[in-house]
């Protein structure tokens, strides 16, 4: 099994559609996860850090199950700048990357 | 907004060569790691260094690969012998504390021919 696992997509959605995806993660000892989000050929950019109460940060909300190991992202009022790949990163003695989820907002 | 830089952006070389990527991390941070992402591939885990000794590194940092820190500020990441399937963005990042949020360079593009 994978230690970090995302659904690939794309997820092509409209302009102000809500839209959210997960990622699994094997090791039950892992400590801390983030969500990354990286444009095309460029650096990956922390999104967000994942709390165990789950956090919100404007229209994106993160949230975490330890009990069925995966972490989640959801988007509301997608904007066109939305349209990224998502990376789950979660911290296993090393911080692994997911693939990646590719969301795609059209107008 | 402190960050880490990268130098070069782009760097071409003939199969056999070595190569010697350059990372500028945060100032204030102590954690410093090599990535890297083949075209259309995920990111993958090369090193992690941590008070002058590397702190984990993953199968792909074979003998090929060496880091160093040789002064207070640079961290560099030498391949020896480029092969061609070292041909990939490479990422350096840094963060203050183990395990915490990771700040990235913008990458060199490493093209080995």
């Known amino acids: 099994r994978k230690e970090v696992e995302q659904d690939p997509g794309p997820f092509n959605v409209p302009e102000g559609a809500t839209v959210a995806f997960n990622c699994t993660y094997s090791?039950?000892?892992?400590?801390?996860f983030f969500w990354y989000r990286q444009d095309c050929r460029k650096e990956p950019k922390l999104l967000m850090s994942?709390?165990?109460s789950g956090n919100e940060d404007g229209r994106f909300t993160a949230q975490l199950n330890r009990a069925s190991q995966y972490i989640s992202l959801l988007i509301r009022d997608s904007k066109l700048s939305d349209s990224a790949t998502y990376l789950c990163?979660?911290?296993?003695?090393?911080?692994?990357f997911g693939a990646g989820t590719t969301v795609t907002v059209r107008a | 907004e402190p960050e880490v830089t990268q130098t070069p952006s782009h760097q071409v070389t003939q199969m056999g060569q070595e190569v010697i990527l350059r990372c500028v991390p945060i100032?204030?941070?102590?954690?410093f790691y090599w990535y890297r992402q083949i075209l259309g591939q995920k990111v993958e885990f090369l090193v992690s260094?941590?008070?002058?000794?590397?702190?984990?590194k993953s199968e792909i940092f074979d003998d090929q690969f060496s880091v160093e820190r040789p002064d207070g500020s640079n961290f560099t990441l030498k391949i020896r012998s480029t092969k061609l399937e070292d041909s990939a963005m490479y990422f350096c990042?840094?963060?203050?504390?183990?395990?915490?949020?990771?700040?990235f360079g913008s990458g060199t593009q490493l093209s080995v021919l």
């Open positions: 990042a840094s963060s203050q504390r183990e395990g915490e949020k990771l700040f």
């Open positions: 090791n039950s000892a892992s400590q801390s």
């Open positions: 994942v709390y165990s």
């Open positions: 990163v979660v911290n296993d003695y090393k911080l692994s």
């Open positions: 100032s204030n941070h102590l954690y």
């Open positions: 260094f941590y008070n002058n000794e590397i702190s984990e």
